[in-house]
Each structure stands twice: as structure tokens, then as C-alpha cells.
């Protein structure tokens, strides 16, 4: 039997065939141990019974890489490194690399993260629920605000609310919107939690859901009162009202890279783009307001920086001073979709719809 690469298959999702676990095209007996690199080897037969929780549990809709059912089994935070790229930074410093790993854990056990699992009819499966689902979640705010530790005390001073959602039926049940949403009236992310695992299927992470959704809780998120308010399209730290977390250099970058963004969109909304003006770095999607501008920029940050950073330094730069980091440093080539696609929405020929960003003062 040849060797499994553990790294080649952790992103690819375990089939169970009769009473064997088809991974990396290869069929693996029970009986057996699966090598998975640093995490060292672990009983097939577990790994078949992590996947099976989760299909009991969303009635088939969610079915995670292999990545998490070895965190399920394990506990080892070393085998969720795939899905967060920033470890990637932190490979060569163990103290760090653990220290983002404390993150995760102290995130997740925090009084003020209100992460629930909810089923249909709005049964709360909070309890039954694999712990590599509450690892994702807390992994995505561990690694936006890995730098910005005054941030995430701040957010999480009082209950943040992240609903995940077994099944469509669930998030439907509950009121979820489109493909996910920040609830205004619930003060809470949803999200069915196929969404989570969702983007990982490739050899580097690609989109992310929920990172996305996270950037409408934290436009809506007040750093001043530790409350909830209205979408203003900006992060905590933007505003001077912000107190102690208020970084004025992200706030000016921001102002002059937004304006950019949008006299570029308004030369190609108008046609009066040249054959070789730069195209926005956004979607039409995101210019459609100020919370769409604000949750697909966050998401961009953290999946294509290298384009994002070339073609608008100062709006990359926004983000990097506000957050403390520079996720070019994770990513030695973009997940290159959103390049192409947002590419392809400008030169395609057709105009983009009128644009409905406003530049703060
Ligand atoms: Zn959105």
C-alpha cells in the first residue's frame, strides 16, 4: 500500500464504502491507523465515526474535511492548521504557533462567545455538537484579531451571538436570510454550518462564508459601548469615538482607499474607463453599500492580498494597520477566484450597476 501524504489529503472529505473509509482515493480498514503527519496516527475507525456525527446531526448537509473529523477525534489544534492560513506564519515559532492555538481555545470558552448549534424547529444541539465546529468559529476571530487582542476583548465584553445551523431547513426555520446573514433584530451571525467547512476543498483555503459575515457583525458592533448598533461600513478601531482601540492611521488609509475603489467603479458604471484604467478590486456585489463594501473587503483581505495589496495599497493598507498584519505573509498566491471573477465583472463589456458606497469624513 503506498503512503498517504497526510498533507495532500486533509482537505479532501472522508466516504465511508461498506465498511471502509475511501480518502486521498485509497480504501482504509478500521482496524487500521491513519498517519497524519505532526498529529501522528489515528484509528480509522474513529475518524469514521467523527464524519458519521456530523451526518446524524445535519441529516447529511454538512460533511467536514478530514482536517476536522482529526481534530474531533485528537483534540490537536495542529490538525485544524489548514483552515486558518496565518499558521503559515507562524511555523517557524513554536511559542507563536502555540500562543494562536491558546487563542482559539480561550476564544471559544470565553463568557462572551455565544456560539449555538441549532437543528429544525429550533432545537438547540449545542451540546451534541463535534467540537471542530466551535474550533472554526473561534478560529476565524482568533486569526482576524491574532494582533489586535484590545479588539476582541472589547467585542466579546458582552454575549456575541453565533448561530450555526445544522441543515437549510434549520436556517430557514430561524429566520436565516440568503447565504448567511448577521440578524439585526437577533444580534447574531447565521450561518448553517456546511458554510464553515465551506472554501476548503482546494489545496489552499478559498471562500469564506463566514469571515464575510463576521465583517457585518463588526461594522455593526459599537467599540465604544461594547453594544450592538446600526451598519456605519466600517470596523471597531475606525472611529475616533472608538476610545482606547482607535487606530487614526486605518481610519485615514481607509477614507482614501475607499474613494479610490469608488472613482474607479464610477468611471466603468459610466463607461468612461480606459482600455487599461485599473478595474476595482471589489465586486459590483460589494459596492452596493457601505456593509457589502466593508464585509467583502475583510474577506478579500484574508484570501487574495497579494492582488488586493497591488491594486490599492492604501485600502489593503487600512485593514493591515487596523489589524496589525499582513496576510501577504500567509499566502504566496491568491486564492485567485475572487481575482478573476471580480476581473471579469468589469471587462466583460457590460456596465455595473450605479454604486451606493458613501466615503466617510
Ligand atoms: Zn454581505
Known sequence: MTQLNYDDIRNSRPDLVGQALQVGGQLLQPQGNLDCGEVGPVPVQAIMEAGQRYQALTKGSCAPQLAALVFDVTGDFRALDFYFPIVNSLKHDEAARQDFYNAIHYIGSHPGFDM???????????????????A??????????????????????????????????????????????????????????????EGYSGQTPGVAPFLHELGHMLDHFEAETGG?????????????RDGPVFTPQARQLFIAGKRLEQQRYIAYQHGQAKPNDPVPVGHPYVFQSDGEFIAGFLEMFFRNPNYFAAQNPQLYGAFAELLHQDPRRYWPEDFPFYVTENRKAYLGGQRPSPQHISIPY
Open 116 to 134: 449555538r448549534v441549532i437543528a429544525e424547529h429550533r432545537q438547540d444541539v449545542t451540546e451534541q455538537t463535534p467540537p471542530a465546529v466551535r
Open 136 to 197: 472554526m468559529v473561534g478560529g476565524h476571530l482568533a486569526e482576524v484579531f491574532f494582533y489586535r487582542r484590545d479588539i476582541i476583548e472589547r467585542l466579546l465584553s458582552q454575549p456575541r451571538h453565533f448561530l450555526i445551523y445544522t441543515n437549510r431547513a434549520a436556517f430557514d426555520q430561524d429566520g436565516g436570510l440568503a447565504g448567511g446573514d448577521y440578524n439585526f433584530g437577533l444580534e447574531a451571525i447565521q450561518l448553517e454550518m456546511s458554510r464553515l467547512f
Open 228 to 240: 450592538m448598533g446600526r451598519c456605519e461600513g466600517i470596523l471597531p478601531g475606525m472611529a475616533s
